[in-house]
Nanobody, 128 residues
C-alpha cells in the first residue's frame, strides 16, 4: 500500500537545525507535488513548503522563507525539509503529503483536501 513515512524530528534549541525526511513507497509519485505541512497544538494544519516532481516549482510559506529548504530525490522517492534558524514558533507536528491536480491547473495547493496521501507526522520541538 502507499506509505509516506516521516523521520528526523526531535528537540532542538532555538537557532538550531533539523532535517526532516519523507520516504514514499507503494506507488510511483511521478507528477505528484510533495508538500510539508505543520500543525501546532490548537491550530490548523498549514502548508509550509511544496515542490513539484521535477523540482522546478517550489513554494514556501512566508513564515519559513529564507530558513527552510525543500528538496526531493526522485531516485530514492524521498523528499526533505532542511530547517535552519529554528524558532520556538516552529514547534509543531510536521506532515508530509503528496497530491496532484488531475486537470493540471494548479501545481500545488494549501488545501489539505488537494493532497491524496499523508504521512503519520513527526514532532519538532524548538526550545527557547
Amino acid at each position: 500500500q502507499v506509505q509516506l513515512v516521516e523521520s528526523g524530528g526531535g528537540l532542538v534549541q532555538a537557532g538550531g537545525s533539523l532535517r526532516l525526511s519523507c520516504a514514499a513507497s507503494g506507488r510511483t509519485f511521478s507528477g505528484y507535488t510533495m508538500g510539508w505541512f505543520r500543525q501546532a497544538p490548537g491550530k490548523e494544519r498549514v502548508l509550509v513548503a511544496a515542490i513539484t516532481w521535477s523540482g522546478g516549482n517550489i513554494y514556501y510559506a512566508d513564515s519559513v522563507k529564507g530558513r527552510f529548504t525543500i528538496s526531493r530525490d526522485n531516485a530514492k522517492n524521498t523528499v526533505y525539509l532542511q530547517m535552519n534558524s529554528l524558532k520556538p514558533e516552529d514547534t509543531a507536528v510536521y506532515y508530509c503529503a503528496a497530491g496532484r491536480d488531475p486537470y493540471g491547473v494548479s501545481w500545488y495547493s494549501s488545501r489539505r483536501s488537494w493532497y491524496d496521501y499523508w504521512g503519520q507526522g513527526t514532532q519538532v520541538t524548538v526550545s527557547s
